[in-house]
């Protein structure tokens, strides 16, 4: 069973809106929530995380909201650009000896 | 960025024969893992490693094997090579596991004929 999802493949969004990602778990021992943004041909790279202790976490246009008791959380862009266009991944951590749990990514694209 | 390589960057094999893709990190980090990206399932882990010949599963192990000699290499097998195996792999490194941050290499295609 997925633990972390993304239930929206792909997200279209004009230029200068709001992009909004949403992720859902399934585990409660999830207490560490990162999201990553990879473009073509090139790894992912780290974006912003946000620990269970919080509900918001914010980086320049980039903010992380968490509903624990929903078990949902959400990255938000805002303004979006096209440089924002990528595959953002979701990704949930449990507090001790296990790797990340990633979702199956989100294809951002932005339209000028 | 963090200095992590991949090699090779790009590989076509046959179906059948052995292949090793090498992940080298200069960070000194102590978690090194193995993904594997395909569409429609994101990144799945395969290996990972928490030191010099420490490695465990992940989620789809079967058909891959690793070995990790030295701190900054970081192997993966595939001993026997199959189609399903095409896929783009990717190595990541970490300094330690709660909570972290992972950093990737830029991949290796690997298509198997």
């Known amino acids: 069973d997925q633990q972390v999802k993304q239930n929206s493949p792909s997200l279209s969004v004009q230029e200068g809106r709001i992009s909004i990602l949403n992720c859902d778990y399934t585990?409660?021992?999830?207490?560490?929530f990162l999201w990553y943004k990879k473009y073509p041909a090139e790894g992912p790279t780290f974006l912003i995380s946000i620990s269970s202790i919080k509900d918001k976490n914010e980086d320049g246009r980039f903010t992380v909201f968490l509903n624990k008791s929903a078990k949902h959380l959400s990255l938000h862009i805002v303004p979006s650009q096209p440089g924002d266009s990528a595959v953002y991944f979701c990704?949930?951590?449990?507090?001790?000896?296990?790797?990340?749990?990633f979702g199956k990514g989100t294809r951002l694209s932005v339209i000028a | 960025d963090a200095g992590i390589t991949q090699s090779p960057r790009h590989k076509v094999t046959e179906t059948g024969t052995p292949v090793t893709l090498r992940c080298h990190q200069t960070e000194n980090h102590r978690y090194m893992y193995w993904y594997r990206q395909d569409p429609g399932h994101g990144l799945r882990l395969i290996h990972y490693s928490y030191g010099v010949k420490d490695t465990d599963k992940g989620e789809v192990s079967d058909g891959y094997s690793v070995s990790r000699s030295k701190t900054e290499d970081f192997l993966l097998t595939l001993e026997s090579a199959t189609s399903s195996q095409t896929s783009v792999y990717f190595c990541a490194i970490s300094a330690g596991l709660d909570p972290y941050e992972q950093y990737f290499g830029p991949g290796t295609r690997l298509t198997v004929t």
């Open positions: 585990n409660s021992m999830f207490d560490y």
């Open positions: 990704a949930a951590d449990t507090s001790g000896n296990t790797p990340l749990v």
